[in-house]
């Protein structure tokens, strides 16, 4: 007979590991299944990073991972959004929101790290890893997984934490809808001559966003991380060109508000599409993270609205009683994470566009929409709570700090 267990989760990315250390308090049996578990290793200054909102924070705090991450993010305590060859310039800052910080840009290498190192030391879910899912079956009442080296399980719930190419949206028939950018992000590090002071930029130009954000790195300031949106057709000569040219071509681009680009990090390159699933869940299967949605970096709302819906569904199994796949159960789920997505989904959407088309009207657009930011109460208040990550429906790990 296979294993039972109340939740098997598929994925132990961020967003799965996440899950499962939420469910570590409650008594329900879990499972986390994961062929490629984090490895330690030591941080380099060139690491990449991504860029926590304050409702994320919150979770990774309620979640009790905050204090160990802590040492390793920088705090983002401004943003300053600029297009390149205007005037036009939107800033926000934590002060004006009653806030120590923004968010927080962090190594990703050390959240996942930092989430399966507690989750060892709950000792409370089977870390099945590394172990992959080859195929799964449904019944009334159970999911029967069955694992690539022969295991097989039943969960009552399976969480589909397994990625934007979720084999699992496939087996189960679900559809998504896919919109290739034609773009990559490049991420790097860059050394830079002034110091960042906490600031993250994004500065806007034809060919798509730049941005520069706060790193972490010992006490010094004058390292950010580098994003940097490239179009498929001059992707790899950005790649392969020598440093010298690289550095000369993104200050370019970003120009000289920290100075000159002194050092240039390894590249690393993200091609990027949109990628909805046309269901947040299916009998005994609730989507999360990239599996649900995965999005353009452009805003940094990704792994942030992958840990809210972490943060949602740990909040309605734990004050679930019995059957933790029930349709009711499911439901909610669903009728609680949609607007949230959709709002954050079209958000991130209509910044890509807006900010990657050259028609010349658009150009007067988008000086508005940047004076209009900077100047409007309401579209201020309305875009700085989506940044931090309070848009939506505000799971209760999110409500308050410690
Ligand atoms: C360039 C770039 C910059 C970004 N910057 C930010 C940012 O600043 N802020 C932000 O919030 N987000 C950012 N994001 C998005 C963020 O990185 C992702 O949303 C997040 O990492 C997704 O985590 P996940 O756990 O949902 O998915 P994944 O990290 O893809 O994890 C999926 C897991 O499923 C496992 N898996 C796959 N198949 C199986 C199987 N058959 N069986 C078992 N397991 C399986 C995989 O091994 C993997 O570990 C960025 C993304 C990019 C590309």
């Not at 600029?82 to 290498?109: C, M």
């Not at 989750?119 to 069955?146: M, N, Y």
């Not at 159960?329 to 709002?343: G, I, K």
């Not at 939506?392 to 999110?398: H, L, N, R, V």
Request: proline share 6%; charged share 20%; net charge positive.
């Amino acid at each position: 007979m296979p294993r039972e267990v109340d939740v098997a989760i598929v994925g132990g990315g961020l967003v799965g590991a996440a899950v499962a250390h939420g469910l570590a308090g409650t008594p329900l049996s879990v499972a986390l299944i994961e062929p490629a578990p984090p490895a330690a290793g030591a941080a380099d200054w060139d690491e990449r990073c991504i860029a926590v909102n304050q409702a994320s924070y919150r979770i990774l705090q309620a979640l009790g991972v905050w204090p160990e991450l802590s040492r390793v993010s920088a705090p983002i305590v401004s943003t300053h959004i600029s297009e390149r060859g205007r005037f036009g310039v939107a800033r926000f800052t934590a002060a004006e929101a009653g806030l120590e910080a923004l968010g927080y840009n962090v190594p990703i290498r050390r959240i996942g790290e930092v989430l399966w190192q507690a989750l060892v030391r709950a000792g409370r879910s089977q870390l099945l890893a590394p172990a992959s899912l080859s195929g799964i079956g449904l019944t009334e009442t159970h999911a029967v997984l069955s694992l690539h080296d022969g295991r097989r399980l039943r969960a009552r719930l399976v969480v589909a934490a397994d990625g934007m190419h979720s084999p699992l949206r496939g087996w189960l028939g679900i559809a998504a809808q896919t919109r290739d950018y034609a773009q990559s992000a490049i991420v790097t590090a860059v050394r830079t001559a002034r110091p960042h002071r906490g600031c993250a930029y994004e500065r806007f130009t034809p060919d798509g966003p730049i941005a520069l954000l706060p790193k972490p790195w010992a006490a010094e300031e004058n390292v950010c991380s580098l994003v940097w949106t490239t179009p498929r057709s001059g992707l790899e000569s950005r790649m392969q060109c020598a440093d010298a040219e690289f550095l000369a071509a993104a200050q370019d681009a970003f120009g000289e508000r920290l100075g000159r680009f002194t050092e240039l990090g390894r590249r690393q390159a993200f091609p990027l599409s949109r990628v909805m699933a046309a269901e947040l869940s299916a009998p005994r299967v609730v989507f999360v993270g990239n599996a649900a949605q995965s999005l353009h970096p452009v805003a940094a709302q990704g792994f942030n609205l992958g840990l809210r819906d972490a943060a949602t569904l740990c909040e309605l199994l734990a004050v679930s009683a019995g059957d933790a796949g029930a349709p009711e159960l499911l439901r909610r789920y669903v009728e609680l994470r949609a607007p949230d997505r959709s709002r954050t989904a079209e958000f991130t959407d209509g910044l890509v566009r807006l900010f990657s088309n050259r028609v010349p009207g658009l150009r007067g657009l988008r000086h508005l929409g940047l004076l209009a930011l900077d100047l409007a109460p309401p579209l201020r208040e309305a875009v700085m709570w989506q940044n931090l990550g309070f848009g939506g429906y505000t799971p209760s790990a999110a409500r308050s700090t410690r």
